[in-house]
């Protein structure tokens, strides 16, 4: 009983052991010139009909092309932005 016991927690143990902590962006994520840089906007939502007393921290980036005239993309993220 107790080696099988040995072997559950090994198997639970090491996998966090090799998880690569020194994790690098690639190419794409650091800025680079000549590349226009948009805004980040941030505010805090706490007027919820459903869930009284929560309050949310949103964030929105805003693209340097955006124009209001025409539609624009929208992508929603929720419980990730670090």
Do not use: H, W
């Amino acid at each position: 009983m107790k080696f099988p016991l040995l072997l559950a927690i090994l198997a639970l143990a090491l996998p966090p052991l090799r998880a690569a902590d020194d994790y690098q962006p690639g190419p794409d994520s650091k800025v680079r010139p000549g590349v226009p840089q948009g805004e980040l906007i941030k505010f805090e939502f706490n007027g919820s009909k459903f869930f009284p007393g929560t309050t949310r921290e949103i964030t929105v980036y805003v693209p340097k092309q955006y124009d209001a005239v025409k539609p624009a993309c929208v992508y929603v993220n929720q419980d990730g932005l670090q």
